[in-house]
């Protein structure tokens, strides 16, 4: 692979990846918000009970 081919690949690589850490990104700060309302305990965050696993 010629260098120029491979810096053109590196630059779709990176666009490519922007998206996905940039949702990555905002789930974290969003799991983090929640999880510091939960446990202030004076927010209107409710913890939901969990099912259990299916069996199969």
Known sequence: ????EAAVAIARLKADAEAPVGALHQATVE???????????ASAVRQLRTQPPFPG
């Open 1 to 4: 692979m010629e260098p120029e």
């Open 31 to 41: 799991k983090s918000h929640l999880h510091h309302q939960l446990a202030a305990r």
